[in-house]
C-alpha cells in the first residue's frame, strides 16, 4: 500500500527539507495542498493521511482538496503521553480558534500551553516568566517553528527550545506505531 502523508506547504526550504527526511525515514511518500511541490495532485497514493496538528480552517481546506479525512495528532491514540514524555515545560501550539482544537487542547490537560495566533499568546506569558523549557508542537522546522525560537529567545534568552516533531527519533518511533491506527482510521470521503 503506498501511503502518501499531506502537509499544508510551506515555501521555507527547511520545512521542505523535514518533510522529505521524515517521510524517507518512515518509508512513506509526501504532498502538499499548497506553497511547494509535489502538489497533492501530482502524487498517487493508495491512501493520503492530512497530517495536521488539530481540527481548523488548514486541516479542513486539506480534507476537502485530497478527499480523505483522518484524525488530526491531538486525537491519536498515547499523544498525552508522548507530549508529557518531552516535558516539563511550556506547550506551545500554532493556534486556531476551531472550537474542536480548543477541545482537544483542553482534553489533553497538558498544564502549561501557549499559542502564537490565539490567547494565551507565547509573547504575553513569556513576558510573565521562563519556563526552562519551550516544546512547540510542531511537525516541522519552518516559518512558524522559527516564530516559536524567536520569540522564546528574544524575551526568554536561557530557555531551551526543543526541535521539530519531525526531527525527534522518539516522534518518529510513535509515529511509526500509530502509522497502522492512523490508515485504518483514514476515511476515503470520495470512494
Same mark, same amino acid.
Given at each position: 500500500?503506498?501511503?502518501?502523508?499531506?502537509?499544508?506547504? %510551506? =515555501?521555507?526550504? $527547511?520545512?521542505?527539507? $523535514?518533510?522529505?527526511?521524515?517521510?524517507?525515514?518512515?518509508?512513506?511518500?509526501?504532498?502538499?495542498?499548497?506553497?511547494? #511541490?509535489?502538489?497533492?495532485?501530482?502524487?498517487?497514493?493508495?491512501? +493520503?493521511?492530512?497530517?495536521?496538528?488539530?481540527?481548523? %480552517?488548514? +486541516? $479542513?481546506?486539506?480534507?476537502?482538496?485530497?478527499?480523505?479525512?483522518?484524525? @488530526?495528532?491531538?486525537?491519536? @491514540?498515547?499523544?498525552?503521553?508522548?507530549?508529557?514524555? !518531552?516535558?516539563?515545560?511550556?506547550?506551545?501550539?500554532?493556534?486556531?480558534? $476551531?472550537? =474542536?482544537?480548543?477541545?482537544?487542547?483542553?482534553?489533553?490537560?497538558?498544564?502549561?500551553?501557549?499559542?502564537?495566533?490565539? #490567547?494565551?499568546?507565547?509573547?504575553? !506569558?513569556?513576558?510573565?516568566?521562563?519556563?526552562? &523549557?519551550?516544546?512547540?508542537?510542531?511537525?516541522?522546522?519552518?516559518?512558524?517553528? &522559527?516564530?516559536?525560537?524567536?520569540?522564546?529567545? %528574544?524575551?526568554?534568552?536561557?530557555?531551551?527550545?526543543?526541535?521539530?516533531?519531525?526531527?525527534?527519533?522518539?516522534?518518529?518511533?510513535?509515529?511509526?506505531?500509530?502509522?497502522?491506527?492512523?490508515?485504518?482510521?483514514? #476515511?476515503? !470521503? =470520495?470512494?
Amino acid at each position: 500500500m503506498k501511503v502518501v502523508i499531506v502537509l499544508h506547504g %510551506s =515555501r521555507d526550504p $527547511d520545512y521542505i527539507n $523535514d518533510v522529505r527526511s521524515f517521510a524517507g525515514r518512515i518509508n512513506v511518500s509526501y504532498a502538499f495542498v499548497s506553497h511547494a #511541490k509535489p502538489l497533492v495532485n501530482e502524487v498517487i497514493g493508495d491512501v +493520503y493521511i492530512p497530517l495536521f496538528v488539530g481540527y481548523g %480552517s488548514d +486541516y $479542513d481546506k486539506a480534507v476537502s482538496i485530497i478527499g480523505y479525512a483522518s484524525p @488530526p495528532l491531538l486525537d491519536w @491514540p498515547g499523544i498525552r503521553e508522548f507530549l508529557i514524555s !518531552l516535558g516539563p515545560g511550556l506547550y506551545v501550539f500554532h493556534g486556531d480558534d $476551531d472550537p =474542536r482544537f480548543i477541545r482537544e487542547i483542553g482534553n489533553l490537560d497538558l498544564g502549561n500551553t501557549a499559542f502564537l495566533a490565539i #490567547k494565551p499568546g507565547l509573547a504575553e !506569558l513569556l513576558g510573565r516568566y521562563c519556563p526552562d &523549557k519551550v516544546i512547540p508542537i510542531l511537525f516541522t522546522n519552518g516559518v512558524i517553528y &522559527k516564530r516559536v525560537l524567536d520569540v522564546t529567545k %528574544s524575551l526568554c534568552p536561557s530557555t531551551y527550545v526543543e526541535r521539530p516533531l519531525f526531527e525527534l527519533e522518539s516522534f518518529i518511533n510513535y509515529f511509526m506505531k500509530s502509522l497502522g491506527w492512523l490508515i485504518s482510521n483514514t #476515511k476515503c !470521503l =470520495r470512494c
